[in-house]
């Protein structure tokens, strides 16, 4: 069971737009702390999408966005890609006994 | 350029033991947080162990008293030497660029496979 929740997976069509929740508690969202977003399609490595709750590195496309509110997170994606089809992320960090760094258990986004 | 290459990864006996290591370029081990994380097959991301710029060390529950993160600042690298593994310890081995309170993972190795079993 992890710290962060996320729904286990998402679907929607190539154009469409798909949103995946974070949900968190007052130990680590709650808390202030940010709120950071993976990509880790099959075969390759984690990557970075969102960091700081809101901010895209150089190179993500804005058809992502994320917020952050209270204690939980929101990645939303729009006009769907197949490309996009992999799992997602969510990670903060938690003061409480769950330790340090906790990410969420993934959402794995299927693009029909 | 930034990168982050793991090696050391291989079949393993339960109660063996194996070092992984990650080179490191384009920036310094020792002036960053780095942490491994690992991904169980069917599983999500768990973070390992993290290593603060001024020496600490944290591991998450399961593999405390087992595993140890080190680095060598004139190789630039970063090491898990995991003892007394299990099948529980079955993953790909991530090494990460951060790893504190406010840092997000910038920067991930492409992952080394260990594999528990008899």
């Known amino acids: 069971q992890s710290v962060l929740t996320q729904p286990p997976s998402v679907s929607g069509a190539p154009g469409q737009r798909v949103a995946i929740s974070c949900t968190g508690s007052?130990?680590?969202?709650?808390?202030?702390?940010?709120v950071h977003w993976y990509q880790h399609l099959a075969g390759t490595a984690p990557k970075l999408l969102i960091y700081?709750?809101?901010n895209r590195p150089s190179g993500v496309p804005d058809r992502f966005s994320a917020s952050k509110s209270g204690t939980s997170a929101s990645l939303v994606i729009t006009g769907l890609q197949t490309e996009d089809e992999g799992d997602y992320y969510c990670q903060s960090y938690d003061k409480g006994l769950s330790g340090l760094v906790v990410f969420g258990g993934g959402t794995k986004l299927t693009v029909l | 350029e930034v990168q982050l290459v793991e090696s050391g990864g291989d079949s393993v006996q339960p109660g063996g033991s194996l070092r992984l290591s990650c080179a490191i370029s384009g920036f310094s081990v020792s002036l960053n947080y780095m942490t491994w994380v690992r991904q169980a097959p069917g599983k999500g991301l768990e973070w390992v162990s993290i290593l603060y710029t001024g020496g600490s060390t944290f591991y998450t529950d399961s593999v405390k008293g087992r595993f140890t993160i080190s680095r060598d600042e004139s190789k630039n690298m970063l090491f898990l030497q995991m003892d007394n593994v299990g099948a529980e310890d079955t993953a790909v081995y991530y090494c990460?660029?951060?790893?504190?309170?406010?840092?997000?993972?910038?920067?991930w190795g492409q992952g080394t496979l260990v594999t528990v079993s008899s």
């Open positions: 990460v660029r951060g790893g504190s309170a406010y840092q997000h993972f910038d920067r």
């Open positions: 700081g709750n809101i």
């Open positions: 007052s130990s680590n969202i709650g808390a202030g702390y940010n």
